[in-house]
């Protein structure tokens, strides 16, 4: 028995040593193909996918921001079919209504003439939801995906109804400047584990999108893993150990965001408010997912580092003398990041 395993197994009796490493290799080996996969049709998007890959596999939804024409759709639409996922879209636009992703209730008449309702399923009802373009629905309707986020269910007419598993909400957000955009309340912004920002590729990824996507017929992408396997990882990035140091970098990063918590005089001046506990949730989850498509038992340091952008952008806004010193929350991030890790 090796360290590490007997380390994973301290977490939970019942995963012997050999069970632990078995999963893992098999894991790493997949996601390895996984990846691969994703990026022989996202082009230029490496860090894109893989924190994508790390949303998932610590079972959270994923918040994907940038203009229009950076392949966010077929983004979301190749990682359903490589995860072998029931993958369903909706396009989200002014006039959408929540019942529209939830179900509607349908009136029925019965054979003695008694009338009732019945609950049709809608589109939330899947393995892996695209949320496309969610800012430019009403708020109204971007909140009908808060129950679904959180509580892996809807109730509607006081009826409860499970989710499928996994279920995770990947949603595309196009910059709030532009025109017919909505944005998303505080607290659906908090139910995204990472905001990932996907930027224009470089020049050689995009000379390397023209000459396949434009020459001949693409073929499509192949199922790589299942659901099945995907909630077996998720299971174990919940098992794998995470040092003291680590929990102790991610607090300190966390709370030092919070204008009344932080030592820092630009979190003080700059920021309005900070991330809630959520994010530290956050972060020891995406940690360790990051630490096992690395081949890695143990996620470290360098990990909270690598991560603090995408969980904790959408989790702060700056203040009016923020915006009016040129402050950005990437600065002030970056800023966090060395003086308190």
């Known amino acids: 028995m090796t360290k590490d395993s007997a ?7 019942t995963l012997d040593a050999a069970e632990a490493e078995a999963l893992a290799e098999e894991l790493g080996d997949r996601f390895v193909k996984a990846r691969e996969a994703i990026s022989s049709f996202i082009f230029g998007q490496k860090s894109v996918v893989d924190q994508v890959l790390i949303t998932l596999l610590a079972g959270g939804n994923g918040l994907l921001i940038g203009v229009p024409g950076l392949a966010k759709t077929r983004l979301v639409d190749t990682f359903g079919t490589v995860l072998g996922m ?3 879209r909706i396009q989200f636009t002014p006039d959408l209504m929540p019942g529209d992703i939830v179900g509607p209730e ?9 009338r009732t309702f019945r ?5 939330v009802f899947c393995q892996l ?3 496309d373009e969610i800012n430019r629905a009403s708020p109204r309707t971007q909140s009908a995906l808060l129950q679904a986020m959180q509580e892996r269910h809807v109730t509607v007419a006081g009826q409860r109804y499970d989710l499928p598993k996994p279920f995770h909400v990947l949603a595309t957000q196009n910059p709030l400047e532009q025109e017919g955009t909505y944005p998303l309340p505080e607290a659906q912004l908090d139910r995204f584990l990472m905001q990932v920002d996907v930027g224009y590729p470089d020049r050689e990824a995009e000379n390397l999108m023209l000459m396949r996507t434009t020459v001949g017929d693409e073929k499509p992408p192949q199922a790589v893993l299942n659901p099945e396997i995907l909630i077996k990882a998720q299971a ?3 098992r794998l150990p995470v040092g003291e140091k680590v929990v102790q970098a991610i607090l300190g990063l966390v709370r030092s965001g919070r204008p009344d918590d932080s030592a820092s005089e630009t979190v003080r001046n700059f920021v309005a408010w900070g991330p809630s506990p959520r994010a530290s949730q956050a972060f020891m989850l995406a940690i360790r997912a990051r630490a096992l ?4 038992f143990a996620p470290s340091i360098d990990d909270v580092i690598a991560l603090a952008h995408p969980i904790l952008r959408h989790r702060m806004a700056l ?3 923020a915006r009016a010193e040129g402050a950005t929350i990437r600065q002030v991030i970056d800023g966090l990041c060395q003086a308190y890790i």
Do not use: C, H
Request: glycine fraction near 8%; aromatic fraction near 8%.
């Open 119 to 123: 609950f049709i399923k809608g589109p």
């Open 236 to 238: 174990l990035v919940r």
């Open 86 to 88: 029931d993958t369903k």
């Open 293 to 296: 498509i690395e081949g890695r």
């Open 7 to 13: 380390q994973i197994m301290s977490f939970n009796p």
């Open 129 to 131: 939801l695209m949320a």
């Open 106 to 114: 349908v009136p029925e008449e019965a054979d003695d003439g008694r």
């Open 319 to 321: 203040n009016f003398s």
